[in-house]
């Protein structure tokens, strides 16, 4: 059956492979971008409409213009690597806006639509690094736990309204996220160069080589938004399944060590 897609950020990486997918298989692609002209896509049933995730204001207009939504797909980001400390409140509350609140305020934008329809699919595309961080990527991973904790109760609460809800969790793909022109925050000094340096080298030297592959990686939410029952999480890539399985054994061993404290903070019977 033929939807109707709207796809943020849909000019490069997971984004354009998802609305050539989506349009390979018969649905209709609404392109959300911050540079139409960017677009070098034509289709039949593709059109392109300007818009910056995080500018708020304009997105009712946008979601009125587009007309019933049948999958909103919110796809656009970008990296960012620097020490806690290091990164700006500035920065952070930027990166905030594209991956946090700009989706945050898309999706309710749709909801009323597809709460009248009950039925539609809310895409939002997180990373492995919505699960677990490790040095350098804070703000990253800040702001894609955050988008993670509010989708999973999103579930829940649309669930009797027919709006099903899918947070896709990449590992490394050959996107442009690892390119040399990705954002990086000032050093203050060198005191973070050991575990931040060695980070972002390990980002900037794997570029191009990465395990991934974002055709494949779209065909997969495909698949997965399709489905009558789609899961709440899609890992994708096996190096995002064999450390999300690393991280969720280590946060088992480390409830069960600690368990007896924790549960000492009762009251006693």
């Known amino acids: 059956m033929s939807q109707v897609w709207l796809i943020t950020g849909a000019n490069a990486g997971f984004g354009r492979a998802l609305t050539e997918e989506a349009l390979a298989a018969g649905h209709t692609v609404v392109a959300a971008v ?38 909103l797909v919110n796809n656009a980001g970008r990296g960012m690597v620097g020490a806690a400390e290091e990164t700006t409140d500035e920065e952070l509350r930027g990166l905030m806006e594209l991956h946090f609140f700009g989706p945050v305020a ?28 490790f040095a350098g990527i804070s703000a990253y991973s800040g702001t894609k736990f955050a988008l993670e904790g509010w989708s999973e109760a999103l579930a829940v609460e649309t669930k009797p309204f027919g709006i099903r809800v899918l ?30 340096g ?15 592959d974002p055709v494949r990686a779209a065909q997969a939410i495909l698949t997965a938004v399709a489905s009558p029952e789609p899961p709440l999480r899609l890992p994708l890539g096996s190096d ?8 969720y054994a280590g946060a088992q061993s480390e409830l069960a060590g600690w368990e ?4 000492s903070a009762d009251f006693p019977d």
């Open 34 to 71: 911050r540079r139409p002209e960017a677009m070098d896509l034509q289709h039949e049933r593709l059109s392109v409409v300007k818009l910056d995730v995080t500018d708020s204001a304009a997105i009712p207009e946008v979601v009125e213009q587009v007309g019933p939504i049948d999958v």
């Open 106 to 133: 898309l999706t309710k934008a749709v909801l009323p639509g597809m709460r009248e329809r009950k039925s539609g699919t809310i895409v939002q595309l997180s990373s492995q690094g919505g699960r677990f961080a």
């Open 167 to 196: 947070i896709a969790e990449p590992g490394a793909f050959r996107t442009s996220f690892n390119e040399p022109s990705a954002p990086h925050v000032a050093e203050i000094s060198s005191v973070y160069e050991g575990p931040v």
């Open 198 to 212: 060695a980070v972002r080298d390990a980002l900037s030297n794997g570029n191009g080589t990465q395990p991934g």
């Open 240 to 247: 995002a399944v064999e450390a999300l399985q690393g991280v």
């Open 260 to 263: 007896s404290l924790s549960r």
